[in-house]
């Protein structure tokens, strides 16, 4: 028998298939939504959307923040239960992307929230976003 | 070619004494002075121009003037008229024409009111439109430079990954 | 027998906030003030997606500002791309190649096929019809593939339609393949023909907007065909080759949802005859003008003004462009339909509709919460 920490041993259990609540900005909304069509089909690796933060084990923050979005997606995030995970895509969230001179963004997420998985591009493809979520996978297994 | 758009010129210049210019096919371009707005304006929709395409505010720091500018279409002449008129940069105040063409000109004076810090007189609601908590100068004046803006609340020179911004 | 509800009290209105993270609505937040189920006002409440567009053009010159033209609104980014084009052009005093002005509206009417397919898609999860949803969006993807074949992104163009022209010429097979998707999507339009009763019962008769106010309140596009009045900027002041080509506006006079929901199907339709045309006239030669194919990075833009109008698939898009002679523009002011229409329009429409319609007449305006704040 392997032993492993308790924290390991809850995430094993609970982290086999994501649920998503989705917080999709503009620029993610275009390239996320067809993730859950017919061609990229995410059910099949068992994501849902979800409509509660209570249900949710993962936050997508897709695209810019404003300073008016970042505190509702602070409350959002309070109310997820552990354990909980933030995947940040685009560039936006990793130094300010194209609008870095505008007054209204914020540039860096990490600032705001704990952020666990950036994904590059603007906008990332689908493909990006599997890969990303099969490394959550392979991080959970080789926890100990 | 632009035989209607000179006589509907001719027309608005000997009724109001005002000079304009036909840009193209399609384009008038007159510029008043502000007191005779509120008059051209009334004319102008009775005459068929029902539709106010955009009002927009062009800040000229050198002369120290905003140049506010109404674009008006009509759908029977299908042509597209634009008025500009000058105001003062310090104390910016206009009457609104809400009056004449509704809500439409009244959410474009909102958005005005709130990004150059113009006043219109006679628009019963001008709060914020578009930010929260906003304490600083009005966002679109040319007086405030938002890179200075942002390398000083955001970024930090003496980082490797944000130097670059500092340029 | 059955005991009569009495209405509720005066006075025992509530606050609701139909806000940005809910499973039915855009980034985009409505309070509403409730009496029981129905609405009595509405107030809208923007400012979720404000960058500040205007003045981030303001520091760049007119070739990048290309590319960050196509980031206006996300679903329809070539057509956004092709009004400031436009601009740049007039105010320049640039005269493009014919080959070019074709190309431009073969990519802006497939931009506009994909973005009728999303508001198709959208609309049906909103009143509850998911097969249409899974449906559009799993066509729409043989369009992204045709954008990727030809500009190098699937959603972002990069600033394919730059000023002067567009930025390459269309790899040899594009046009079969193009045929080849067009005749596919006939199979998406005949689905619509069924008519489905659940999609019918929630939308006939709701959130309807009569002539009078439409223009009192400054709608335009789909929004105002709906309610009976023929008027489209491709026929009223033709722009590219628009007058060359043999297209009709579709109209409807009831002005509610169910009407605007069918203009969005019949202008697909009409889109497709534009596109089958266009490759059928395109004529051979360069595809940028020659003094601009090496640009200099600090060219200078000519003193003057200019105002030019396109039709987006959203409705009127408006660019107000005004140089002094330096390299970047002194002012652009960017007027897109969905300002009206979620701000004036949308407040007006929800008095007196029950709450559980409100996203069916929230989707009916084809939205895009992008293009209101910019």
Redesign the interface.
Known sequence: MVKRSEKATTMRKVIKAIWIF??????G???L??L????WDMERFGMIIV?TPRHADVLFIAG?Q????IE?AKR?YEQMAEPRVVIALGSCTM??G???????????LDDYLPVTMYIPG??P?PEAVFEACEKIFQHVKELE | MVKKETEFLKKLETKFKVKGRVQKERRIWLSISKDKLIEICKWMKENGYVHLSAISVTDWLKDGKYELTYHLWSYDDKILVTIKTKISRNDPKIDSVTQIWGNNAQIHERELHELFGVNFKGNNDLLPLFLEDWKGPAPFRKDFDWRDFVRKEFYDKKNEREMVYFD | MIKEIEPAPKGSEYDFYFGPAHPGSGNFGVKLKLEGEVVVSARADPGYLHRGFEKLMEYRTPIQNAVLSDRLCILEPLNWNLIHAEAVDELMGIDIPERAKYLRVIMAELSRIQSHIIWYGVFSKGVGFDTGFKMAFGYRDYIMDLFELITGGRVYPAGYICPGGVRRDFPKDAEAKILKVLDKLKDLIKLEELENPAMNARAKGVGVLKLKDAIRLGATGPVIRGSGKKTDVRKDEPYEIYDRLDFEVPVRKEGDAYARYWIGIDEIKQSIKIVKQALKELPDGEVIESSLKKPKLKAKIPEGEVYVRNEISRGEAGIYMVSNGDVSPYRTKVRGPDFLHMIPVLEYLLKGVQIADVPAVYWSLNICPADMDR
């Open positions: 989705n917080w999709f900005n503009s620029c909304f275009a390239e939504v067809p859950v069509g017919s061609r409509g810019y404003t300073h008016k979005s509702r959002v130094t300010g194209m609008y870095w001179d505008s007054y209204n963004t914020i540039k860096k603007c906008p493809r």
